[in-house]
Antibody
């Protein structure tokens, strides 16, 4: 059974940093690209970032470019999102999602909430 | 960037109804269009990919159509568990944008 479990969320001050993790199991992690998608409270889905299988191709939404860094460790079956210079509008539930491939998100984690507030 | 626009933003319907949700892309995305269902407090679930391919395990009352810029998600006979929010998403460009969502209410 495919499982994606996010962790690392919490309360962070504006300008602060946090690192999210996504632990994958039930499939060969190194065979799949991965995505981060976020959802602000009461709002819709916003794609955040994609990383390819070997980390060769990485893309970001304009709203996070230069502040967020996605990475992965295939040996640990883990995906990461380093979030720096956080702002109030980064407050959201952050989901990791497997790439089917080509942008189709076929499995999602349960999400982790990041709240940016003083 | 490709903008995705869904209509309507909300929709009231009854069990057994046939409903359709429309998604329009700001430029042609050929058939790179996916549909997701999200229930409150839950992660989104993939329903339809590549405009009309049904994801494994998804009931056949869900169907998708369209190409280019205009797409439709149809639910042929609403069931109680179908009341949720639906999102379209383009996967033509690597900035994988979503529509704003359509809330389907009883």
């Amino acid at each position: 059974e495919v499982q994606l479990v996010e962790s690392g969320g919490g309360l962070v001050k504006p300008g602060g940093s946090v690192r999210l993790s996504c632990a994958a199991s039930g499939f060969t992690f190194s065979d799949y690209g991965m995505n981060w998608v976020r959802q602000a409270p009461g709002m819709g889905l916003e794609w955040v970032s994609f990383i390819s299988t070997s980390s060769l191709h990485i893309y970001y939404a304009d709203s996070v470019e230069g502040r967020f860094t996605v990475s992965r460790d295939n040996a640990k079956n883990s995906l990461y999102l380093q979030m720096n210079s956080l702002r109030a509008d980064d407050t959201a539930v952050y989901y990791c999602a497997r790439d089917f491939p080509s942008g189709i998100h076929d499995f999602w984690g349960q999400g982790t909430l990041v709240t940016v507030s003083s | 960037d490709i903008q995705m626009t869904q209509s309507p933003s909300s929709l009231s319907a009854s069990v057994g109804d046939r409903v359709s949700i429309t998604c329009r892309a700001s430029q042609s995305i050929t058939r790179h269009l996916n549909w997701y269902q999200q229930k409150p407090g839950k992660a989104p679930k993939l329903l339809i990919y590549a405009a009309s391919s049904l994801q494994s395990g998804v009931p056949s009352r869900f169907s998708g159509s369209g190409s280019g810029t205009d797409f439709t998600l149809t639910i042929s006979s609403l069931q109680p568990e179908d009341f949720a929010t639906y999102y379209c998403q383009q996967s033509y460009s690597t900035l994988y944008s979503f529509g704003q969502g359509t809330k389907l209410e009883i």
